[in-house]
């Protein structure tokens, strides 16, 4: 276990230069993205938990064909979907004059559209296979046996916590760090129990906790767009940052033209919870698919990820007619503060903004 109070602790044990980690970011990164982020000195994240094995094996060479560095790859660690034949029908009854409107029709029936890692033994031999540098774990941790072989295999391990009680279990488990994810973060909520009370902790309160708290490591997540909130989550103890939302309107992420345009413009101002999307909490830029899901007279979403299949349809229908409105356009709170600058640049920028940030504070503290 690596000791909190060395605060570049973290960054020896990765073997990089920088504390700034570009998130994860399930079907936004990709290979040139996490490569610009790596071999700049930071760590580049590949999200491949909505993929299969054989698509993340893929990528991850993809990615080693672009970089020497080490990079992160993340799975999602969430109970297994049960599927409820009734609440899905609903859901799709719901939907139906949606996909009216653009001309067609809802699924006849909704599938879970990807496999928790906590039952893919596939992607697991991927990854004692190919052996990348660092895997984490989002929506909670998988069992303890895979993350025994993880480690034999020698690969560092991260996991998401929201709260006090999640970090103690991720400290538990014996990982290398904890990534901190405030109430502030774009995307998925990575609470392990959606059914839970949120203590809706934000990123600067949450890290001051964990670092307090335990030994490990601590990676701050949540809001954090430029140099400054890097400084300011270092100052309060965190030995990185992890920025995804600063990094989606980069030109290296795969994201539609649409998305891109609503980070880059008012939209990005507005960002809210929804559950209608995937049926799980996630933090979207307002659109029309979360302003269906506030509907007071919507059903409830079938659960996680089988209601990703009802939309992901609906986005691909209303898409096709020049609608872009339902699509999962995740973006943090501070989503307006986002630059589009190829990654390479945003991360010097970011290197710049850092340096002079903890140049002020010094200057201030005399």
Excluded at 126 to 153: C, D, N, Q, Y
Aim: proline share 5%; charged share 20%; aromatic share 8%.
């Amino acid at each position: 276990m690596t000791n909190q109070t060395d605060n570049r602790s973290l960054l020896r044990l990765l073997g990089i230069e920088k504390p700034i980690i570009q998130a994860p970011m399930a079907g936004v990164s990709t290979p040139a993205l996490v490569a610009a982020v790596s071999n700049a000195g930071g760590l580049g994240s590949l999200g491949v938990g909505a993929m299969n094995a054989a698509s993340a094996r893929k990528i991850i060479r993809e990615t080693r064909a672009l970089t020497s560095k080490p990079f992160n790859v993340n799975v999602f660690c969430h109970s297994p979907a049960t599927s409820n034949a009734a609440v899905e029908r609903q859901w799709l009854n719901w939907l139906a004059p949606h996909f009216d409107a653009y001309g067609a029709t809802p699924p006849a029936s909704l599938s879970e559209i990807y496999t928790s890692f906590v039952a893919d033994a596939a992607m697991l031999d991927v990854f004692l296979g190919e052996k990348p540098a660092i895997v984490s774990f989002h929506f909670g941790l998988p069992p303890a046996e895979v993350m025994a072989e993880l480690r034999k295999a020698g690969i560092k391990l991260f996991a998401s916590a929201t709260n006090l009680r999640e970090a103690a279990q991720v400290a538990a488990a014996d990982v290398d760090a904890i990534v901190a994810q405030g109430i502030e973060a774009g995307g998925h909520r990575g609470v392990f129990d959606p059914d839970a009370r949120d203590d809706s902790l934000g990123v600067f309160a949450l890290t001051r906790l964990l670092v307090k708290e335990f030994q490990l490591p601590v990676i701050a997540a949540g809001g954090i767009m430029d140099g400054a909130g890097i400084a300011a989550a270092l100052a309060l103890g965190a030995q990185a940052a992890q920025l995804g939302t600063a990094f989606v309107a980069c030109p290296e992420t795969s994201i539609d033209e649409d998305y891109r345009r609503a980070m880059l413009g008012e939209s990005a101002r507005h960002t809210t919870f929804t559950t209608a999307i995937s049926g799980r909490v996630a933090r979207s830029m307002v659109n029309r698919f979360t302003e269906l899901g506030d509907d007071a007279r919507a059903q409830q979403p079938p659960a996680y990820p089988i209601a990703y299949d009802a939309g992901k349809a609906l986005h691909a229908a209303a898409k096709a007619k020049g609608e872009f409105g339902y699509g999962a356009q995740w973006a943090g709170q501070a989503a307006a503060l986002a630059r589009s600058l190829p990654a390479a640049e945003l991360f010097a920028q970011l290197e710049s903004e850092l340096t002079e940030s903890i140049r002020q504070l010094q200057q201030f503290g005399g």
